[in-house]
């Protein structure tokens, strides 16, 4: 790839992206960390925050299991695609468009799910997002979600966030590990393009 594409950025025509991931499942991590939630007798709600919520596939699960949740995306049309489903509780929930340099997050959240949305974040904002992350969750509250790794095929973009082993190791520093697993193979997109995926899948508790 030139430099004139790599200096361009990584862009993404997220409505084709939205309409080729329509019905999927919720991710694995964020499973992984309900079943550890589940395990815990709560007499509440509990609050999670959904980033980079999309159309919603997980923060359907979540409703599903009683769950109060704020969902945040930096695209409208996703939060639009979100709030017309017809299999979501909207008693429960909420929704915001904001990107990630803006991000205000309430305190006390037992859960932020962030599903292959965090290499997203422009690298100069990445440390001020990671902090507001650790921040906003509670004792004994979770992170699940996934960070690129330095060998991702997508790392040659400026304007995108990928990261070493020892570097994620240096941010998950705050957290007891509960689940991390490294995924580094060829394959495609879900737009059908050629990729390489380094991918660090992560649920971890404060």
């Known amino acids: 790839m030139n430099n004139q594409l790599e200096n361009q950025g990584f862009e993404r025509n997220w409505s084709a992206y939205y309409q080729a991931v329509e019905g999927r499942p ?4 964020l499973l992984t960390a309900l079943s550890r939630f589940e ?8 609050f999670a925050v959904d980033l980079g919520c999309g159309d919603g596939r997980d923060t359907v699960e979540l409703l599903k ?3 109060r949740v704020l969902g945040i995306d930096g695209e409208a ?11 979501i509780d909207r008693r429960r929930l909420e929704t915001l468009v904001m990107h990630f340099e803006d991000l205000v997050l309430p305190k006390s959240v037992d859960l932020i799910n962030a ?6 974040c422009p690298p100069e904002h990445f440390p001020n997002l990671w902090h507001k992350i650790i921040a906003a969750l509670r ?9 690129f790794g330095d060998r991702d095929s997508w790392a040659i973009y400026p304007n995108m966030s990928h990261h070493s082993r020892a570097q994620v190791e240096e941010l998950l ?9 490294e995924e580094e193979h060829p394959g495609m997109t879900a737009l059908g393009e050629q990729k390489y995926w380094h991918i660090f899948h992560i649920v971890a508790g404060k």
């Open 173 to 181: 520093q705050p957290f007891k590990i509960e689940l991390f697993q």
């Open 26 to 29: 919720p991710r694995e991590t």
């Open 139 to 147: 004792g004994g509250g979770r992170f699940c979600g996934q960070l």
């Open 77 to 87: 049309e996703a939060i639009a695609r979100l709030q017309n489903r017809s299999d």
């Open 39 to 46: 395990a815990l007798s709560a007499e509440f709600p509990r």
């Open 65 to 67: 299991r009683g769950w």
């Open 115 to 120: 599903s292959f949305c965090l290499p997203f």
